[in-house]
């Protein structure tokens, strides 16, 4: 959570749909992050939804260069898109190498994060997070260990060229965030989750939900894509001002 209210008693709930290989969900995240700092933004309780921009990719992964000329028309068109998206990504603060990026199933990142969320700290009881702790201009990272493992999964995506379809990757990633290793590797050998995120897929298609990020601010308003700051602060703080009255 974020503002100055501990309990969360107050605290918009939002949902942000998001996929851990979608470069405008990372940018997204530093954005609402960014809104969050700003002094008209209530406090609220975010929840890592999941959608997968490609769930037909393979359990080994390919260079995301040769999908995207595949997808794209190209190596040209697809050098274009990662340079453009590079670009968007660096004035947030975020240094993509989608050079080295491997095309991922993303299912099992969205178990683990499912996971995470209904066993991690909650974020409810997070104190203010309103001081930069990284990289992006007057933005914090979200507390909460689902926020955590989302963060580090963009970040070994985006930053690092790992497989987040990985396994070994996905449980040294939930321990780099103080959950525990053991259990990381049972929810993912074990299948855990696979019923709940196959829910929450098919609910996001029930609500019209067909790009990421899309945040949905208190089970009223969807915001698609990835909005500036002050649009989110603005749409958040109506919101909020709305249930009060």
């Not at 700092?37 to 929840?47: F, K, M, N, S, Y």
């Not at 989608?98 to 099992?108: C, E, G, K, M, P």
């Not at 007057?138 to 963009?154: D, F, H, I, T, V």
Request: charged content about 20%; aromatic content about 6%.
């Amino acid at each position: 959570m974020t503002g100055s209210n501990p309990t969360g008693a107050d605290a918009l709930d939002v949902r942000i749909y998001s996929d851990v290989v979608c470069p405008w969900c990372y940018i997204g995240k530093r954005r609402f992050e960014a809104a969050l700092a700003l002094p008209e933004c209530p406090p609220v309780r975010v929840r890592w939804m999941p959608f997968q921009l490609d769930p037909g990719a393979p359990a080994q992964g390919e260079p995301v260069a040769e999908a995207y000329a595949k997808k794209f028309g190209g190596a040209a068109r697809a050098q274009q898109i990662m340079a453009q998206v590079t670009e968007a990504a660096a004035g947030e603060g975020l240094e993509f190498h989608l050079d080295r990026a491997i095309r991922s199933n993303t299912f099992d990142a969205h178990r683990l994060l499912w996971w995470a969320g209904s066993v991690g700290a909650n974020p409810e009881t997070s104190t203010s997070t309103s001081t930069s702790t990284g990289s992006g201009s007057g933005s914090a990272r979200l507390p909460g260990q689902q926020s955590a493992l989302k963060e580090s999964l963009l970040a070994a995506y985006f930053n690092e060229g790992l497989d987040v379809s990985d396994h070994r990757v996905l449980a040294a990633r939930a321990a780099e965030v103080g959950l525990d290793t053991d259990q990381a590797t049972e929810v993912l050998a074990s299948g855990t989750g696979t019923d709940e995120v196959r829910s929450e897929l098919a609910d996001a298609m029930a609500h019209d939900v067909t790009a990421v990020p899309t945040f949905i601010l208190d089970g009223r308003l969807a915001i698609p894509g990835a909005q500036d700051p002050a649009t989110i602060a603005r749409h958040l703080a109506r919101i909020a001002a709305s249930t009060t009255q």
